[in-house]
């Protein structure tokens, strides 16, 4: 399958710092990419859709000066944590959609854990 | 509005049984219907997908997945399990096949094999 590369795998911050994590799809063009936030032991919840050249649609409750995406290129996505505080910590994973030769699907990356000291 | 639901928050096999871990969804339209699998601290590997033809899809590691319109269901299946597919198992609906639906994902199932 398809391959969705994500950097850091982890990082540890300070309060009131900014992180930015990177989204990659390796193999195949991605349109649309999506950024989850996973908390222990809960399922995904998506935070925003980000759309190559446009602006990220972002979910209900996620607010968007907080959370900064950019999709840049067909291959690159970041999630930008603005003045992070320790409640953003958490797990967090992107996801890009492959449209390329008749398939349809989602593929992960292998998500970025967020620590905030 | 789309919702899918997994009904059992844990599935206990032993190694070599068969295993089914069970997904319900809701859509308006036709769904696509996926199912997913994360290890520890990692993302989530994609296993199988129905979009059309054949209910029963083949998916990686032996896994199977059979669509069910009557009983709007998607149930996860291996014959023999391995204490390897110990895991935590999402299954997700998308409805219809549109760029700007999203994919909506179950609570997820933890699915424990003991040897």
């Known amino acids: 399958g398809a391959v969705v590369s994500q950097h850091p795998s982890w990082v540890i911050c300070k309060s009131g710092t900014s992180v930015k994590i990177e989204c990659r799809s390796l193999?195949?063009?991605?349109?649309?990419m999506f950024w989850y936030r996973q908390f222990p032991k809960q399922s995904l919840m998506l935070m925003a859709t980000?759309?190559?050249?446009?602006?990220?649609?972002?979910e209900q409750g996620v607010e968007k000066d907080k959370f900064l995406i950019n999709h840049a290129s067909l291959t690159l996505s970041t999630l930008t944590v603005t003045s992070a505080h320790p409640e953003d910590s958490s797990f967090y994973i992107c996801s890009a959609r492959d449209v390329g030769q008749g398939t349809d699907t989602q593929y992960f990356g292998p998500g970025t854990r967020l620590t905030v000291l | 509005a789309q919702s899918v639901a997994q009904p059992e928050d844990q599935v206990n096999v032993a190694e070599g049984n068969p295993l089914t871990v069970k997904c319900t969804y809701s859509v308006s339209g036709n769904p696509y219907l996926f199912w997913y699998v994360q290890y520890p601290n990692r993302g989530l590997q994609f296993l199988l997908k129905y979009i059309t033809g054949d209910n029963l899809v083949k998916g990686s590691y032996g896994f199977e997945a059979e669509f069910n319109k009557s009983q709007t269901s998607f149930h996860l299946k291996k014959p023999s399990a391995l204490v390897s597919d110990s895991a935590l198992y999402f299954c997700a609906v998308r409805d219809s096949y549109s760029s700007a639906s999203k994919i909506i994902f179950g609570s997820g199932t933890r699915l424990s094999i003991r040897p």
């Open positions: 980000s759309n190559e050249g446009s602006k990220a649609t972002y």
């Open positions: 193999d195949f063009q991605a349109t649309t």
